[in-house]
C-alpha cells in the first residue's frame, strides 16, 4: 500500500513565525501536492512538484514556499506564519504518466495564534 | 477552468435509509471524477473514480456513482447507510492526466440512529 506521512498531525505556532511542514512517500512517485482544507471551501491546491527541485504554484499560492530536494520529501514553508493560515494541511501524491488516484496523508491541523 | 459544486452542506439520513449526494462539474472535455471520503481525523479515502467506459462505478463500502454527461453530474449512491458512513464526502473533477484535481466544498453526512 502507499503510504503518505506527514510530519504532524497538530501543530500550534505564533503570528510571525517560520513553518515547516513536512510529507514522505513511500512508493517513489512523481508528483506530489500540498492543500489546504477549510469548511465549505473543500481542498485548495497549494503547489505540487512533479519532479525533484521542481514545482508548480497552484490555486492559492500566497504566503507559501515549497521545496523539493529528495523525490520522496515534499516541504511546505510558510516564511511569515499568520492566523489566516490556519487551517488543515493535506498532501497528496500521484504516479506519473498512469492512470491513478492521489494518495492523501492524513493532514497536518495548524493553528497559528 | 475546472470547478466541482456539491450543493448539500449537511445531509441527516436514517439507518437504513438510502443516500445520494449531488455532485456537478463544469469541465471542457471528458473529466477524471472522483469521490473521497473523510472520516474525522482522517486524510482522505478514495471511493471510487470515472476514468472511461461504464458510466456506473462501483465503490468500496457499497457505494456507487453515475456519470451522466448531459447533465454533468457524479452523484454518489448507497443503497443502505451505516452508522460508520457518517463523515464527510468530497467530489473532485481531474484533468486528463488526473493530476490537477479541483473538489467541491464538501457534503457532511450525519446519521440517525
Known amino acids: 500500500d502507499v503510504k503518505v506521512t506527514q510530519s504532524s498531525r497538530y501543530l500550534v505556532k505564533r503570528t510571525g513565525e517560520k513553518v515547516f511542514l513536512e510529507c514522505v512517500q513511500d512508493?517513489?512517485?512523481?508528483?506530489m501536492f500540498w492543500y489546504r482544507q477549510d469548511p465549505g471551501l473543500g481542498l485548495r491546491l497549494i503547489y505540487f512538484?512533479?519532479?525533484?527541485?521542481?514545482?508548480e504554484k497552484g490555486d492559492i499560492p500566497e504566503g507559501y514556499s515549497v521545496s523539493r530536494e529528495k523525490k520522496e520529501r515534499f516541504s511546505l514553508i510558510l516564511e511569515s506564519a499568520s492566523t489566516n493560515q490556519t487551517s488543515m494541511y493535506l498532501c497528496?501524491?500521484?504516479?506519473?504518466?498512469?492512470?491513478?488516484?492521489?494518495?492523501f496523508g492524513p493532514g497536518t491541523r495548524l493553528t497559528v495564534l | 477552468a475546472q470547478s466541482v459544486t456539491q450543493p448539500d452542506i449537511h445531509i441527516t439520513v436514517s439507518e437504513g435509509a438510502s443516500l445520494e449526494l449531488r455532485c456537478n462539474y463544469s469541465?471542457?472535455?471528458?473529466?477524471?471524477l472522483f469521490w473521497y471520503v473523510q472520516s474525522p481525523g482522517q486524510g482522505l479515502q478514495l471511493l471510487l473514480k470515472?476514468?472511461?467506459?461504464?458510466?456506473l462505478v462501483q465503490g468500496i463500502k457499497g457505494f456507487e456513482a453515475e456519470f451522466k454527461r448531459s447533465q454533468s453530474s457524479f452523484n454518489l449512491r448507497k443503497p443502505s447507510v451505516h452508522w460508520s458512513d457518517a463523515a464527510e464526502y468530497f467530489c473532485?473533477?481531474?484533468?486528463?492526466?488526473?493530476?490537477?484535481?479541483?473538489f467541491g466544498g464538501g457534503t457532511r453526512l450525519m446519521v440517525k440512529p
Open positions: 497528496a501524491s500521484l504516479p506519473l504518466g498512469v492512470e491513478d488516484t492521489q494518495y
Open positions: 470515472y476514468f472511461s467506459g461504464d458510466t
Open positions: 469541465y471542457g472535455a471528458t473529466p477524471y
Open positions: 512538484s512533479y519532479d525533484v527541485k521542481m514545482k
Open positions: 473532485a473533477v481531474g484533468n486528463n492526466a488526473g493530476n490537477m484535481l479541483t
Open positions: 512508493m517513489d512517485h512523481e508528483n
